[in-house]
């Protein structure tokens, strides 16, 4: 990626997680959302679920990228989804792959998983496709049925704020947008 967003770096001060936290509150109040219980995707979403589900006093857990090869073997850690409606955090969306893994991890223990939020999206068709349930996130497997994406900052929005503050030239926003119409193939 030409501009890498290091969203760890949030996690320092409390101030901004908290800032995170309410701006997933307002989309999710905006959008009527409801849930039972916050899920991070691990690791880097862990933290802002974590601040989130505090701040609304709600049951947290977190979806493993893949099962643990020892102990209990466990994908999904925290309180048992099955049955319930589940939220899920992510810090970054790029492709939507490790996200769309997440919430078919949920739905096949039973969560009614429906919802994806995070901090940025780079806002790639790829991703849209993979939440839409037209294209593929592993192999051959698909969402089999569409997830909504909520962030709270879009690449567009990004680049947009970069060029007002002139912490990047009119040549350079130019090359940063023609390279997200075509991500994977410049």
């Known amino acids: 990626m030409p501009v890498y967003n290091d969203t760890r770096l949030l996690l320092g001060d409390y101030d901004t997680r908290a800032m995170i936290s309410e701006g997933f509150r307002d989309a999710i109040k905006e959008r009527h959302i409801e849930f039972d219980i916050v899920f991070g995707v691990a690791t880097a979403g862990i933290s802002p679920a974590t601040t989130l589900a505090d701040s609304l006093k709600m049951p947290l857990g977190y979806v493993r990228g893949e099962r643990k090869d020892h102990g209990m073997g466990k994908r999904i850690e925290g309180p048992d989804p099955g049955g319930k409606r589940a939220l899920l955090i992510e810090e970054l969306i790029s492709t939507g792959r490790s996200s769309a893994k997440a919430i078919a991890a949920l739905r096949q223990a039973g969560a009614r998983a429906n919802h994806c939020l995070s901090i940025f999206n780079y806002d790639f068709d790829i991703s849209q496709r993979i939440f839409e349930g037209s294209e593929p ?35 350079q926003i130019e090359l940063l947008r023609k390279w997200k119409k075509s991500p994977f193939n410049e």
């Open 137 to 171: 996130f592993d192999d051959d497997m698909k969402l089999e049925a569409p997830c909504s994406t909520i962030s709270l900052v879009y690449w567009d929005t990004l680049i947009e704020a970069a060029a007002e503050m002139d912490y990047v030239s009119g040549t």
